[in-house]
């Protein structure tokens, strides 16, 4: 029980929070790149998608 009560005061006394204006524009920033990386992983997959069944579609 001590163990929660010291990670609290810890968490009240020890760590610096951001303003909610930096928190937001932080989550925006992770938001763009989130929306970015998927997009690229997804023209990525479809690449190799369709030269995988390009290659196959020649082996018929």
């Known amino acids: 029980m001590s163990y929660i009560k010291e990670?609290?005061?810890?968490l009240k006394n020890n760590v610096t929070w951001p303003?909610?204006?930096?928190?937001?524009?932080?989550?925006?920033i992770v938001a763009v790149?989130?929306?970015l990386f998927s997009l690229a992983i997804w023209g990525v997959d479809t690449v190799f998608?369709?030269?995988i069944e390009g290659y196959f579609n020649l082996m018929n």
Do not use: D
Not at 7 to 10: A, I, K, P, V
Not at 19 to 28: E, M
């Open 33 to 35: 790149f989130s929306i």
């Open 7 to 10: 990670s609290f005061g810890e």
């Open 49 to 51: 998608t369709r030269v």
């Open 19 to 28: 303003t909610l204006v930096k928190a937001q524009k932080l989550t925006i």
